[in-house]
Each structure stands twice: as structure tokens, then as C-alpha cells.
């Protein structure tokens, strides 16, 4: 008889690495569509193609921050930060390696509740109900990024929010 091993769980861990990189990747997305925008005068489409995956992804990107930071027990500017670094072209690899090197993204899903104090919030518990229900929680984060990618649609590109 051949047993067949479990799937690998996604942890913490990957799965910030996957959007970190992610993010890497449409920033260079971006930055192409706007050499081809400005320098090639290919028109305005490679922007708002790159443009929408890059905020689709980073949206993503910080609501995992915020998942894996909560997980984590990150102090709330560590989290800020995490979601800080999206800002800035290439930098969410870089700090996904302090995160590493500190033991930041060590360890699993607490779905069940601890001794640790920490673990006993409403948000630990929201939290613990979510990793749960996989389902639950991947349809909340995508009706989440549809919901700030729309309103973030809404109010134009970031280049004219302040002006």
C-alpha cells in the first residue's frame, strides 16, 4: 500500500516570501510599463496593465503583512514597516531577509490558543478562527483586496492624491 504524505502547508514564512517577491516582480512590472509609456510612447496601457497588478499585489502584499505580522506577535510598527517597505521599489526582499535573520518569521499557524498571554485577545481568537477555515479566510482576503483596489480605483493614481 503507498501512502501518500499530506501537502506541504503554506507557513507563515513562504508565504510572505511569496509576496514579497511578488511585490519585487510588478514593481520591475511597473517601472518597465512606464519606460514604455514615457520613453517608447507606447501609450498609456502598459501603465495602467502594470499598474493595476502592482496595486493588486501590493494590497495583497500588506494585508499578508498584517496576517503573518498578527500570527507572528509583531509589534504594530513592525508590521507598519513591513507594509512601508511595498513603497519602496525592491525593498520588501531585502527586508524579508531582516525578517529571517531576526527569527521574525519562525514557526507555524497558531491555530489553537497558548499559555502566552498575546494569545488571548480578540484578535488572537479572530485570528485563530480564520487559519481554521482556509476557505473562509482566502475568500475574506480577496473580497479585502477587491474592496481596497476599488476604492483605491476611485481615487486615482497615487501620483495625484495630494496634488
Request: no cysteine; net charge positive.
Amino acid at each position: 500500500m503507498t501512502v501518500i504524505a499530506p501537502p506541504q502547508t503554506l507557513s507563515p514564512r513562504r508565504l510572505y516570501r511569496i509576496l514579497a517577491v511578488a511585490e519585487t516582480i510588478t514593481w520591475t512590472l511597473l517601472i518597465a510599463g512606464m519606460i514604455l509609456k514615457y520613453l517608447l510612447h507606447a501609450g498609456d496601457w502598459p501603465v495602467r496593465v502594470f499598474g493595476l497588478t502592482h496595486g493588486v499585489v501590493f494590497v495583497a502584499y500588506a494585508l499578508t503583512a498584517l496576517l503573518v505580522g498578527v500570527n507572528q506577535f509583531w509589534p504594530l510598527r513592525q508590521i507598519v514597516a513591513a507594509v512601508a517597505t511595498a513603497i519602496v521599489p525592491y525593498a520588501t526582499i531585502p527586508f524579508d531577509r531582516s525578517l529571517e535573520r531576526r527569527g521574525l518569521l519562525t514557526g507555524g499557524w497558531r491555530v489553537t490558543a497558548t499559555d502566552d498571554p498575546r494569545d488571548h485577545t480578540r484578535t488572537s481568537a479572530a485570528l485563530r478562527f480564520f487559519l481554521r477555515h482556509p476557505f473562509t479566510l482566502g475568500l475574506a482576503m480577496v473580497v479585502a483586496v477587491v474592496a481596497i483596489v476599488g476604492i483605491l480605483l476611485t481615487l486615482g493614481p497615487p501620483t495625484q492624491w495630494f496634488g
